[in-house]
């Protein structure tokens, strides 16, 4: 079944290649109206799904994740139109060299090919991708959760009916419509059809994929983020930007999970911090300095930070704090503990911002910022498909251009290699 | 040993990461005397590899590839120099954003960090790889054949004095100098400190590493390469062409492999490739209908082609001929039997260059030319470090740039995302 799956993506991904911009907006914008017109149908999948769900005991907030509402079937249906507006990186000629032997030389940005993505959840995770995959012209092979399979379907059901109606092939966009794991373990050899090989989700998936794919894989996702509260840093506002980093959204990978705080800040920011914090329910793991500073507060409140504490991605609303000596010793804990997803320093030395900037290498460096900008649409791409944390083809928010790449184009007047 | 040696690598890149071009290129051009101050030690060390190949029953056109002379070093020291001449892509600042919020968001060109280089044979790559890495801030773990091990030793002992007399650390350029394979296997799952694989070597060592290795791996290097000549080619211009890309080197990447024909211009000009090319050796496996054509030439020389001849890259002097009905037909054939590496039409027919070049998908696509200019040199990188055949991060002749990836920066004025 998979061969001829990706086999027919490939056929699809070299027909998408040759769409002219508007052709592809057209799809997505008639995808968008699709939505619109079958959101019954999708809901009444949805709720089958839901239903199972809770039958099957799954906690509310993650069946919250997989809930369709009219409001977010036409807030997708919208990020659709959104993504029909972004202009298409496909085309756009760039590197161009003249060498004095007369050939004219450049590269054209080309579509990938064919993209593979496994991912849990969220069906809206299917639009995105897919609305990303056909603004630039390739073919995208889906791999949701089982939890989610006939919101699935029916989604791309609504995808290939609109394919098919504006002339295009439904190979385009397949999904794997089947919980059977075996699925996975073979998607992740047909190297020969897919191009890419994009898993969402927890490190296990990650693990299991780059030891397993003879497809190249773009790992991300897991972000063990620090902020470094400096000497000079402005306490009130690093206070506001803490609260923003851990609370907004816990659960996501640019959430915040270590604040380093400076031996000069640390007695009066401390204490403000826990105080802030604790009113929206985090809770703290702390090194032995911060712990002697925070010994006012109640046990269960701030507790000795464990042996794995600083190396835990928390997803919840737990927070690890550590007084450093300076600013390379901030520095050295971020290349110890990260994941080189995304790290800030709040400083108003502008020698310390620079410093960090250069010798912090993370996907997303800040100063005097929150964490939670790493995003697609909030740093400019308009959506994304992934936040790659590996140092290859892509780093950070994945979008449109990170879809694409590129061949060289040589034109000659009957050149011949002296 | 291995993880020892990754792990020296990594910390080694993070001081590189910071040189300053100046600081770079010094060492560069320190590399470059050191070598001609050594050169004898050096020859002594190779002629030893050359007496254990030779002894060992090795081909002479092999035993060629991996003797130094005089020539040869005074050359590779050259092109030590000529890469420090070659602009630093580290630093550089693109993408550029301003969103409305008033952040500042910029991309910045950084060092991919650890690169892995497989190779065979050539001890020339030793140093043309070192000094593409060193160029751009990377560390460097070199893995090259067994026959080469005591001009690799040499050579990499000159690489570390010179590193350590300007004062940069060994781990920069580390040589695995044992020709025992479980090391490749070690070096295969070292995903934690190297960041990226080139094999340079055979499709056998391409399939091990892309079914073994937990690091992303850059596969490349083997070209099914096309030219099709169109009705409207300059037929004089095409055979010269096709002679010297299929006769200048034979055994590269690069070189020719199949001649597609129309079949308007295939009673004129198969008869006269096959003469020209006869006289440099050439033998020719074609189609029933080119066979036809060519059926007054001998036997030896002009064969029925076998079921797999189109799908082969020769690396020989032997050439596929074929005719097709159409441009079409050409573009099929590639998409079929070809590896998406340089393909190219002869033509004076503009819109039919256009097609090919839009519809043939490679890493190099040529308009009257040879395939033999997919080479970073001849197009303008200065060097390469491997061609690249995948779709992910380069495609084509891959040098300073492509060993780079980038991080973001965001500057905030306490920005906190709402």
Chains 1, 2 share one sequence.
Not at 205 to 215: P, Q
Not at 265 to 288: H, I, K, Q
Request: hydrophobic share 45%.
């Amino acid at each position: 079944m998979l061969t001829r799956m990706a086999q027919e993506a490939r056929m699809a991904s070299r027909q998408l290649a040759l769409l002219s911009e508007e052709q592809k907006n057209t799809v997505l914008e008639h995808i968008a109206d699709s939505l619109a017109v079958q959101r019954d149908a999708v809901l009444v999948a949805n709720e089958s799904d839901v239903r199972e769900a809770r039958a099957a005991g799954m906690a509310e907030h993650l069946v919250d994740r997989l809930t369709l509402t009219e409001d977010r079937l036409t807030s997708i249906a919208n990020d659709l139109r959104r993504v029909a507006e972004l202009p298409d990186p496909v085309g756009e000629i760039f590197d161009e060299y003249f060498p004095p032997n007369g050939l004219k030389v450049h590269k054209v940005r080309v579509p990938l090919g064919v993209i593979a993505v496994i991912y849990e959840s969220r069906p809206n995770v299917t639009l995105d991708v897919a609305g990303l995959a056909l603004k630039t012209g390739n073919a995208v092979i889906l791999r949701g959760g089982s939890e989610t399979i006939l919101s699935n379907r029916k989604l791309v059901e609504i995808i290939h009916l609109a394919l098919k109606e504006k002339d295009l092939p439904a190979g385009a966009v397949q999904l794997i419509d089947s919980p059977d794991r075996k699925y996975v373990a073979e998607l992740l050899k047909m190297h020969q059809w897919v191009d890419m090989l994009i898993p969402r989700g927890g490190a296990a998936l990650h693990k299991y994929c780059r030891e397993n794919s003879t497809i190249p894989v773009i790992t991300g996702g897991i972000g063990i983020c620090h902020l470094f509260v400096d000497e000079s840093a402005d306490l009130q506002a690093a206070v506001k930007i803490a609260q923003n980093a851990k609370v907004q959204r816990p659960s996501v990978c640019n959430a915040l999970d270590t604040l380093l705080v400076h031996k000069g800040s640390a007695g009066e920011f401390l204490p403000a911090v826990v105080d802030r914090l604790a009113e929206d329910g985090v809770t703290f793991r702390v090194d032995e300095i911060a712990g002697k500073i925070l010994s006012a507060f109640p046990a269960e409140l701030v507790q000795p930070a464990g042996p794995d504490d600083f190396d835990t991605e928390w997803l919840s609303l737990v927070l690890g704090l550590k007084v450093v000596d300076e600013l390379d010793e901030a520095i050295e804990h971020i290349a110890e503990h990260g994941t080189q997803h995304s790290d800030g320093i709040l400083t108003r030395t502008d020698e310390h911002a620079r410093c960090f900037v250069s010798l912090v290498d993370s996907a997303a460096v800040y100063v005097n910022a929150s964490t939670r900008f790493t995003d697609g649409s909030q740093l400019g791409l308009g959506a994304e498909v992934a936040i790659s944390t590996q140092r290859l083809h892509a780093r950070g928010p994945m979008a449109l251009k990170e879809l694409t790449t590129y061949k060289w184009v040589i034109w000659g007047d009957n050149h011949i290699r002296e």
